[in-house]
């Protein structure tokens, strides 16, 4: 593997999580895999996760990381090319990729989108230009448009506690404050689809998907249908894609709830976190038995490893 940005740079989902669970198991199999190589993790945007698992992964790999949260420690970044900076900006992306190129053999990044420009955002202007002015193997700590190693995390918690051949799936959008990226839930819909699930997205209307993500799903906007029989919920908020990182509903009549879980079959309740508790999923789900949040962020940890070990196979 020599780059990890989405799904599209696996060939076979199935094998990937196969190997993950390996790991899992046996998290020391390849301790020495990664000795004397660097990973470089770089942060636009805030982390918790994201930034412990693929450490925890890199440790398990014999690797070293450097990490950087660069908006917080770094000069300001401009990301435009041609341009005159004499603006905030002391730094471009091009010598700031190019100087994490001198220290480390693979790179991590986190970039949120604009949520204003959605031509650059779908785009993924900022990775592309990272992987391009670096030239190392870049993965994806969620980019403008997707989060690859939440969605394989999410994957293999589902292949985990999935009771049947062919489980019910269910993305459900939940009510937010504040405009958050398509990300995640873009990213679940295209992982998903690539395994043996049935996927049903239910959201008010005006929040669809770009529908290059979600093509072979079901949508539904009766989210009370939607939740009939549902082996999984999963619980995320996004804003719209058109108009454009619109917020067009706060609906708290979409809080996942008890009374709500109670439609499914007995479902699991999924979210990548953080959460607001009590605005999209109630104290009561979460807290329950059938709350699966805290495997998710497990799975991170061996979702991140197998990554990192394919990455590492190719670089050898
Ligand atoms: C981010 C998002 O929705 O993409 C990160 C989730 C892993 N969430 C927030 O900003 C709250
Ligand atoms: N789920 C997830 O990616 O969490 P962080 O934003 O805390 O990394």
């Known amino acids: 593997m020599q780059q990890f940005l989405s799904v599209n740079d696996v060939a076979d989902v199935s094998q990937l999580v196969e190997e993950a669970f390996l790991l899992k198991q046996n998290p020391w199999s390849h301790a020495h895999l990664g000795q004397g190589k660097t990973l470089g993790l770089v942060f636009f945007n805030p982390s918790l996760r994201t930034r412990l698992s693929t ?16 908006n917080q420690e770094g000069w300001a970044i401009e990301t435009r090319d041609g341009v005159v900076m004499d603006q ?11 100087v994490f190129a001198q220290y480390c053999d693979l790179l991590g990044v986190r970039c949120f989108p604009s949520l204003v420009d959605r031509e650059a955002d779908y785009n993924e202007t900022v990775m592309k230009k990272i992987a391009l002015y670096s030239g190392r193997p870049l993965i994806s700590l969620e980019s403008a448009t997707v989060h690859p190693l939440q969605s394989l995390a999410d994957v293999m918690t589902i292949m985990e506690k999935r009771r049947r051949a062919r489980p019910k799936v269910v993305l459900t959008w939940a009510p937010q404050v504040k405009a958050l990226p398509q990300a995640v839930a873009n990213s679940f819909a295209q992982w998903v689809l690539r395994t043996d699930c049935e996927l049903v997205i239910t959201h008010p209307p005006g929040y669809e998907l770009n529908p290059s993500f979600t093509q072979g799903a079901r949508i539904e906007h009766d989210q009370d249908r939607a939740f009939e029989g549902a082996d999984f919920v999963y619980a995320k908020n996004w804003s719209a894609y058109e ?18 879980m109670r439609r499914t079959r007995d479902g699991y309740f999924m979210h990548c976190l953080p ?15 059938r709350s699966l949040v805290l495997n998710q962020a497990l799975n991170r940890v061996y979702a991140a490893q197998v990554v990192l070990k394919r990455m590492l196979e190719h670089l050898r």
């Open 55 to 70: 450490q925890k992964a890199a440790w398990h790999l014999g690797l070293h990381t450097l990490m950087m949260n660069i």
């Open 88 to 98: 905030a900006a002391g730094e471009h992306i091009k010598e700031a990729a190019g």
């Open 243 to 260: 108009p454009y990182g619109a917020i067009l509903s706060e609906d708290r009549s979409w809080t996942v709830s008890e009374e709500k």
């Open 275 to 289: 959460v607001r508790r009590n605005l999209k999923v109630t104290d009561e789900v979460l807290d329950g038995p």
